[in-house]
């Protein structure tokens, strides 16, 4: 089990609130996106999920355990949670192989970890490269893989297709839902995009100007839309 709840959370910058009190629950293995336009406080909403944030109040709960709280703050390290940031922020000095094992253990860097998943993300034989030597679409499923490779409870993908080219951007997304179906991941994905989210998603949290205006199944939404620009 590993379900994330995100309960009335409240951040801000600088004691400028910009998330008012957004509360929603990710049931394990499912796909959650987060849609809102530019502004609406989603990376911000990542960023306190993977513990790079501190809440002003509220909690993070996964699996059961509070991440954060009043008195409790996880270090991002120990939160059990994968980050897929935007730009795929590989280390452009460090082979295929060498990025996804980085947050692997020193013993099992060289194993077969890491070949079963770049197999995962359907970069087999691609260990040797260097990430300048990979397409985009390429580059993101290295960064999922190395997202997946401590096998966390919850991956967080922020805008994962944005700086893809629309003809790369359909395949790239099919395929990062197979993984993440087929590893079981709760995942949470931040994104723009009413299509992707409602095509994607099992469920699509609407978000603006930090605050939750719907949850539901992409059909509901699609259906009974409650924000203006659905
Ligand atoms: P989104 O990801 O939906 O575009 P963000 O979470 O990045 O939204 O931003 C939400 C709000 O917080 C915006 O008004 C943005 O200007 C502000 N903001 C984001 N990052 C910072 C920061 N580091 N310092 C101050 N304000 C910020
Ligand atoms: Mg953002």
């Known amino acids: 089990m590993s379900e994330l709840q995100v309960r009335k959370v409240v ?10 009190g957004v509360s929603f629950t990710v049931a394990s293995g499912t796909l959650c996106a987060v849609l809102g ?28 355990r509070v991440l954060s709280g009043p008195r409790v ?11 897929v940031p935007q ?22 860097r060289a194993g077969e970890r890491v070949d079963e998943l770049l197999d995962l993300v359907g970069l087999q ?6 990430p300048g030597e990979l397409s985009g679409g390429q580059r ?27 003809s790369l951007r359909g395949e790239v997304r099919a ?5 993440l179906r087929r590893t079981r991941t709760t995942a949470v994905l931040v994104t723009h995009d009413q299509d992707e ?5 099992d469920q699509v949290v609407v978000l603006a100007e930090g605050r939750l205006i719907q949850d539901g199944a992409p059909a509901e939404l699609y259906e009974r839309p409650r924000s203006p620009w659905l």
Do not use: W
């Not at 893989?145 to 919850?154: G, H, N, Y």
């Open 11 to 20: 951040a801000a910058y600088d004691a400028t609130p910009v998330v008012h």
């Open 37 to 64: 336009p530019s502004g609406s406080g989603k990376s911000t909403l990542l960023r306190v999920i993977a513990g790079l944030h501190r809440p002003l109040e509220g909690a993070i709960v996964a699996s059961g």
């Open 73 to 83: 703050d996880v270090p991002p390290q120990h939160r059990r949670i994968g980050l």
């Open 87 to 108: 730009d795929a922020a590989l280390f452009p000095h460090l082979s295929v192989r060498a990025n996804v094992g980085f947050g692997l253990p020193r013993r099992e």
């Open 125 to 130: 034989g691609l260990g040797d490269r260097m």
């Open 140 to 166: 993101h499923r290295v960064a999922l893989a190395r997202a997946l490779a401590p096998e966390p409870d919850v991956v967080l993908l922020d805008e994962p297709f944005s700086a893809l080219d629309a």
């Open 175 to 179: 395929q990062v839902r197979h993984v």
């Open 197 to 201: 989210a409602l095509s994607l998603a």
